[in-house]
């Protein structure tokens, strides 16, 4: 009885030292390593092992995506905020380069046109730059820089290198003002360069211009140039005007309808030249022309030829003699009456 109850209980038996059990381990452990290595029989529990440990794998590395991504983004953002602004400026710098070459350039293509025109024209000119468009809502008109101190005169024509603007209508010290073509008090006479037809071209006010009192059957067609004629004595001969924008023909009237936009860029144009007024002007009929003409008119009505230069070189002579004969008024009258038609 004694020698039972002083028996250890088994629960507090302690088997193989610790020592031993580590051994054991490590051989088990080496043993199914080396088996693993050469027959991979823990392959498909490796493989589902790594499927049901996937999810937490995720779970745990998504914070730290989660703040390197931010970190990036950020970062990011602020170097194309400086990358955006840097390239703002530099192209405000190159856009205003642009502009200023731009402005250069067709600065240069209208003094080189102004130079062409000065050449081909080959009268006394005086250069001028337009200031502003004169503040008069009923009428077109421009202010030029120069004025009398320059010797501008009123009454010259202005042109810049496409053709005629306009003509010099006020003239003060140091400035002018140009009436445009287009201004419905302006009138020039032109010629149709393609038929050689001449006309009266006059402003219609709204930008535009009319060319007036040819016939309904007239030979002028959309896209034709029309030149200035010269028989005003002020503008040379040759100079563009306008091309003609629309024809229209109605049978029930005498004349052709015929709009034109005038080819002077004036809108655009900085520099322009003031020109002198021409020079040469048509030739007036002569006293004998004149004499004969009356003669004819005297007639039945048809028109004949005088019998011989001599009685037609005398007859202004006569005519001062006779004083049956009509005055010398009728015949600048008739004169008047024959180059208006």
């Known amino acids: 009885m004694s020698s039972n109850s002083h028996d250890t209980p088994p629960f507090f038996k302690r088997g193989l030292p610790p020592s031993a059990r580590l051994t054991i381990y490590l051989a088990m452990s080496f043993a199914l390593l ?6 991979h029989y823990l392959e498909p529990l490796r493989q ?6 996937y999810p937490l794998q995720i779970a745990a590395t998504t914070p730290a995506e989660f703040v390197s991504n931010a970190s990036n983004y950020f970062s990011g953002l602020i170097s194309l905020q400086r990358e955006n602004a840097r390239l703002k400026a530099q192209q405000l710098k190159v856009s205003s380069q642009i502009l200023l070459n731009e402005q250069l350039r067709q600065e240069n293509e209208n003094l080189r046109g102004l130079l062409q025109m000065q050449a081909q024209i080959k009268i006394k000119s005086t250069a001028a730059e ?11 008109k421009v202010v030029l820089d120069k004025g009398s101190a320059q010797s501008i005169e009123p ?16 003239v003060y010290p140091l400035h002018s003002e140009v009436t445009l073509l287009s201004d419905k008090d302006q009138a020039i006479p032109v010629m149709v360069e393609r038929s050689g037809l001449r006309a009266v071209m006059f402003g219609t006010g709204n930008g535009l211009m009319e060319l007036r009192y040819l016939a309904a059957n007239a030979d002028v067609r959309p896209g034709d140039r029309i030149l200035t004629s010269g028989l005003d004595g002020v503008y040379v001969a040759g100079l563009p005007v306008a091309t003609i924008l629309k024809v229209g023909r109605d049978s029930a009237e005498s004349f052709a309808r015929i709009l034109c936009r005038p080819i002077g860029t004036v809108e655009r144009t900085g520099a322009v ?21 009356d003669s004819r008119r005297s007639s039945s009505g048809r028109v004949r030829k005088p019998a011989n230069a001599a009685t037609s070189a005398s007859a202004p002579v006569a005519r001062n003699t006779n004083a049956s004969n009509p005055p010398a008024s009728s015949a600048s009258g008739n004169a008047s009456e024959r180059r208006a038609r």
């Open 34 to 39: 080396v088996t693993d290595l050469r027959m």
């Open 48 to 53: 589902g092992v790594a499927i049901l440990t």
């Open 155 to 170: 009454g010259a024509p202005v042109v810049d290198p496409q053709g005629v603007i306009g003509q010099v209508t006020r």
């Open 130 to 140: 337009i200031l502003f468009a004169a503040r008069d809502p009923f009428s077109r």
């Open 273 to 293: 030249l003031v020109l002198a007024q021409a020079s040469v002007r048509p030739a007036m009929p002569s006293t004998a022309t004149e004499a004969a003409e």
